[in-house]
């Protein structure tokens, strides 16, 4: 069903093609070879251009996004460092192992602690916890209070699970001023002595995760998107201010499509599509994901598309114009002539095309030119032909002055024979008055099988006043065929030549038989006589004479007359055909197209 369907809208769209004019065709052809073309070019381009601009954007936000969780491994790498500084501090290793405070004690940890918690500025707290369960810390300026206590379990149960290298923890929150809070992140590590390797206190960090915002606001600002920092958990470390990113809703089906150490892929957060490019931190195990707006990434590609859209419709329409230029320049030539035809149509025949070139058109033109002359040649002969035909039909019917007369005088002198009782010299002197008053009417004209049936009678009987009971003659036609139209003297020739080149020739008396037959829609008619008949050679060169219309003189006009008079007025598939067999006789058939239908009519009513 599909099938027909295309199928017939296909034809409907090559009909429609096919109706359009000349110019209208070549104008569809040009923008099919050009715009096409151009246009299918200006897609792989666009194309080319916008993966271009996504793996640039892709390549340049991974380096970022590297970078990135190389600067936080290192800071968390210096963390881990500054961890192990207690092993090398003889006063912390002593007042570690001593039980209670005192002065010193304090004194001496709290310089450590300073030191520590001021090489980096976004340290929230230092603590260090001695053998005995006795806290000491260091805190930023900005705190006022902090309560350890709450975490010294917290920091016990890390170090017996995961040892005694140094532990990472992700985001937690930390009481301060009593009921204030910050979100830091935690590196704790034991602290050994370095005499017997044994645990005598804990070191811990707490760094605020604000420290992020200044790693990633850099970023931000060059890829226009935002960043988090996911732990190796799963749970979110730090989100942008300006991300969109709900990790309630979003974290978990983004972390899903993370499968490697790093890649990208695009997601939707918030109702808008992102390019999302992470990276893995074999260090930390953390992840940090950036996402950048895939406006932002293809706006240049976007301008640089429309230029390309403007360019590409601009080189299409002076397609378009050179199209239909150069199709006017082509078919003007043709408008012409059709115009021209259309004027000798009319009957104008004084118009002539001249063409500027040698081309195809310019070689139309000029056989244009010659059919028009061919065209006025072939009037003036018909002209000149009809003007010859005239001057014949007057001089035949001057010519009919002299058979007139002489029947005229044949009628006298038949008159004068009865006048003196002399009948035979009547009857022939009537006889030939009959047969001249029959070939007086134009040949061209047209008469009854009887007429013509009836002239052969009266032809014979002079033929027997001659030749007493040499001939004879036995008509079989039915009676359905004598009212048939045919062309005069059709039979009588035929007839003569029987007598003359068949019968005459025969010794003793001789036959001649007329009859007619129907086969199919034609009507057949046949002339036999039992003369002397022909040898095949003879035979074989009168019927090509017949055939080819041959007007040399070895047999005569007779037959050949009567030929081509029938070709040329029922066509030239009928006329005569002669058959013969040396010392049985001749048969000379005639057919006539359309004459049967004419008696099966005649028949029936």
């Known amino acids: 069903m599909k099938f027909s369907i295309i199928r017939a809208a296909l034809h409907r769209g090559w009909l429609f093609l096919a109706n359009l004019s000349m110019q209208k065709k070549l104008i569809v052809i040009f923008i099919f070879l050009i715009s096409l073309p151009i246009t299918y070019v200006s897609y792989l381009s666009a194309q080319s251009m916008l993966e271009s601009v996504l793996q640039n954007a892709t390549n340049n936000a991974a380096q970022m996004t590297t970078n990135v969780s190389n600067t936080i491994n290192g800071y968390v790498a210096d963390l881990k460092r500054y961890t192990v500084l207690p092993l090398y501090n003889k006063d912390v290793q002593y007042y570690l192992e001593q039980k209670g405070t005192n002065w010193d004690k304090n004194v001496s940890i709290s310089m450590f602690l300073s030191y520590l918690s001021h090489t980096k500025e976004e340290i929230t707290a230092v ?24 975490q010294v379990r917290q920091w016990n149960n890390l170090i017996r699970t995961n040892g005694s290298s140094a532990i990472l923890t992700g985001k937690h929150t930390i009481r301060v001023n009593l009921n204030e809070s910050r979100e830091v992140f935690t590196v704790v590590r034991t602290v050994k002595s370095a005499s017997t390797l044994k645990d005598i206190g804990i070191i811990v960090f707490d760094t605020d995760t604000r420290m992020f915002k200044k790693i990633l606001d850099p970023v931000n600002q060059v890829t226009r998107g935002s960043s988090i920092i996911v732990d190796d958990k799963g749970a979110l470390l730090f989100a942008s201010e300006n991300s969109s990113f709900d990790p309630s809703k979003q974290l978990g089906s983004l972390m899903k499509q993370i499968k490697s150490s790093k890649g990208s892929f695009q997601s939707e957060i918030g109702g808008r599509t992102y390019l999302t490019v992470y990276t893995v931190s074999p260090v930390t195990g953390w992840t940090t994901i950036v996402n950048i707006p895939l406006s932002h990434i293809l706006s240049s590609f976007e301008q640089n598309r429309s230029a390309l859209i403007v360019t590409t419709l601009i080189i299409i329409g002076f397609a378009l114009c050179v199209a239909t230029v150069i199709s006017y320049a082509l078919t003007k030539p043709l408008k012409t002539m059709v115009r021209l035809m259309k004027q000798v149509q009319r009957g104008n025949l004084g118009v002539s095309l001249n063409p500027k070139y040698n081309d195809e058109i310019g070689l139309l033109g000029g056989q244009f030119n010659r059919m028009i002359t061919r065209i006025k040649d072939l009037l003036e002969e018909v002209s000149l032909t009809e003007k010859r035909k005239q001057k014949a039909d007057m001089r035949a019917l001057q010519s009919q002055i002299n058979p007139h007369f002489i029947y005229n005088t044949l009628e006298s002198i038949r008159m004068l024979a009865e006048s003196n009782e002399d009948p035979r010299v009547a009857e022939l002197t009537y006889l030939l008055g009959l047969q001249m008053r029959y070939s007086i009417v134009r040949s061209e004209a047209t008469v009854t099988i009887a007429e013509e049936l009836e002239h052969v009678r009266n032809y014979f009987q002079l033929l027997q006043i001659r030749f007493p009971g040499k001939f004879e003659l036995i008509i079989d036609v039915p009676d359905v065929f004598l009212d048939l139209p045919v062309l005069k003297l059709v039979f009588q020739p035929i007839v003569e030549n029987a007598v003359f080149h068949g019968l005459e020739k025969k010794v003793g ?44 003189e070895r047999f005569g006009i007779g037959l050949r007359n009567v030929n081509e008079r029938i070709s040329l007025h029922y066509g030239y598939s009928y006329g005569l055909q002669v058959d013969s067999t040396p010392g049985a006789g001749t048969v000379v058939t005639l057919r006539i197209e359309g004459l049967s239908k004419t008696a099966q009519m005649n028949d029936t009513d």
């Open 509 to 552: 008396p001789g036959l001649l038989t007329i009859s007619a037959w129907n086969e199919e829609d034609t009507a057949v008619f046949s002339v036999a006589d039992n003369g002397v008949g022909m040898d095949p050679d003879t035979l074989l060169a009168l019927n090509r004479s017949l055939r080819t219309s041959d007007t040399g």
């Open 127 to 150: 603590y260090l916890v001695d053998k005995f369960g006795s806290a000491f810390y260091d805190k930023n300026t900005t705190i006022n209070e902090l309560y350890p206590f709450e």
